[in-house]
């Protein structure tokens, strides 16, 4: 009777083994041959989780749908750079037919990964000046995309409307990543045409932001932050310092407010990935090829205000402000 149970037992192991197999070999059968598009995103944050949304979203509309049409190889590098160039390595080795890179520094990894392969940039502020296209009305490579170049100086006019004695604006930003230091450039540029003291300060790393931050508010009237990757991972630790001081963050992304930022005139991240996606599509469909397809805009930003932020801090909006954001 033990040996018949003992073989009953070792039946049901190899068939449930057998069953599992298949069900694995079937799933694999599935995505074999579809065309692999890889998305590498730097680091998990708000802003770049919705810039993927939109992505597959507007992959799904055109007809691009994961482990159906296309096989979608999502890898987040942590903002790890030895796990960017890995994780490139891995697209280039499974022979994608599309790469997407959002932000800078995701996009560089994957420009330096191939020369051949169509590479799509997913929120990227400055391609050209990141040195990963010729120009960028004529790309003239493998590369092209979105730009998510910020509005600064509307960003520098709603902080004098909100902030109209303000007199110090400090700007803070990662000294690391390329694309804030040509916002940072613009800000400084703009703020001191408009008549305000700048005081800047820079990080390398999410550690640096505790230290670096305390002290810069202790200096200004407002903070201005880029669409910073390093800084949006540690915007917790900046609000927490600025608040002490009851001094208002101004960040150029709209999550950045939502996680205690005052207010931006900002792009909507979503629209981002979805105009990032549309582009990817075309590539897809044989319909665009990255050299001849021009770096790509959102048309208009979006005035987004905290308003528990602002009660918080004992600001008012004023009127017209707030009038603009009801008829957005």
Same mark, same amino acid.
């Given at each position: 009777?033990?040996? $018949?149970?003992?073989? %009953?037992?070792?039946?049901? %192991?190899?068939?449930?083994?057998?069953?599992?197999?298949?069900?694995?070999?079937?799933?694999?059968?599935?995505?074999?041959?579809?065309?692999?598009?890889?998305?590498?995103?730097?680091?998990?944050?708000?802003?770049?989780?919705?810039?993927?949304?939109?992505?597959?979203? &507007?992959?799904?509309?055109?007809?691009?749908?994961?482990?159906?049409?296309?096989?979608?190889?999502?890898?987040?590098?942590?903002?790890?750079?030895?796990?960017? #160039? +890995?994780?490139?390595?891995?697209?280039? =080795?499974?022979?994608?037919?599309?790469?997407?890179?959002?932000?800078?520094?995701?996009?560089?990894?994957?420009? #330096?990964?191939?020369?051949?392969?169509?590479?799509?940039?997913?929120?990227? !502020?400055?391609?050209?000046?990141?040195?990963?296209?010729?120009?960028?009305?004529?790309?003239?490579?493998?590369?092209?995309?979105?730009?998510?170049?910020?509005?600064?100086?509307?960003?520098?006019?709603?902080?004098?409307?909100?902030?109209? #004695?303000?007199?110090?604006?400090?700007?803070?930003?990662?000294?690391?990543?390329? #694309?804030?230091?040509?916002? &940072?450039?613009?800000?400084?540029?703009? &703020?001191?045409?408009?008549?305000?003291? !700048?005081?800047?300060?820079?990080?390398? +790393?999410? =550690?640096?932001?505790?230290?670096?931050?305390?002290?810069?508010?202790?200096?200004?009237? &407002?903070?201005?932050?880029?669409?910073? =990757?390093?800084?949006?991972?540690?915007?917790?630790?900046?609000?927490?310092?600025?608040?002490?001081?009851?001094?208002?963050?101004?960040?150029?992304?709209?999550?950045?407010?939502?996680?205690?930022?005052?207010?931006?005139?900002?792009?909507?991240?979503? /629209?981002?990935?979805?105009?990032?996606?549309?582009?990817?599509?075309?590539?897809?469909?044989?319909?665009?090829?990255?050299?001849? $397809?021009?770096?790509?805009?959102?048309?208009?930003?979006?005035?987004?205000?905290?308003?528990?932020?602002?009660?918080?801090?004992?600001?008012?909006?004023?009127?017209?402000?707030? /009038?603009?954001?009801?008829?957005?």
């Amino acid at each position: 009777m033990k040996k $018949m149970m003992g073989f %009953i037992g070792l039946l049901s %192991i190899v068939l449930t083994f057998a069953f599992f197999k298949e069900k694995g070999d079937s799933m694999e059968n599935k995505i074999e041959g579809l065309p692999v598009v890889g998305i590498l995103q730097l680091t998990s944050h708000p802003a770049l989780d919705i810039i993927y949304e939109g992505i597959v979203d &507007a992959l799904n509309e055109e007809g691009f749908v994961d482990g159906e049409t296309i096989e979608i190889d999502f890898q987040n590098a942590q903002g790890d750079q030895s796990n960017l #160039n +890995s994780m490139s390595t891995r697209f280039v =080795n499974k022979n994608a037919s599309l790469m997407i890179g959002i932000a800078t520094p995701s996009a560089q990894a994957l420009a #330096n990964s191939s020369k051949e392969i169509p590479i799509i940039l997913g929120a990227v !502020t400055d391609p050209k000046g990141a040195g990963l296209v010729k120009n960028n009305e004529k790309p003239g490579g493998n590369i092209t995309g979105v730009s998510d170049l910020t509005p600064i100086k509307e960003q520098f006019n709603l902080i004098k409307q909100i902030l109209p #004695n303000a007199k110090n604006i400090g700007i803070l930003y990662s000294s690391s990543e390329d #694309n804030s230091i040509v916002q &940072a450039k613009q800000a400084i540029e703009i &703020a001191e045409s408009m008549g305000y003291e !700048t005081t800047v300060s820079t990080v390398s +790393s999410t =550690n640096d932001v505790s230290q670096v931050s305390s002290s810069l508010v202790n200096q200004v009237d &407002a903070v201005w932050v880029p669409t910073d =990757n390093t800084i949006a991972s540690a915007m917790s630790t900046l609000v927490a310092a600025a608040d002490e001081n009851n001094i208002p963050v101004f960040p150029a992304v709209d999550t950045m407010v939502e996680e205690g930022g005052l207010a931006t005139v900002g792009l909507n991240q979503y /629209e981002l990935g979805i105009l990032t996606g549309k582009m990817a599509a075309t590539v897809l469909k044989g319909e665009n090829k990255p050299q001849t $397809m021009p770096i790509q805009y959102l048309q208009k930003g979006e005035i987004i205000i905290n308003l528990e932020k602002a009660t918080e801090l004992g600001i008012a909006i004023p009127e017209n402000i707030l /009038e603009k954001i009801k008829n957005q």
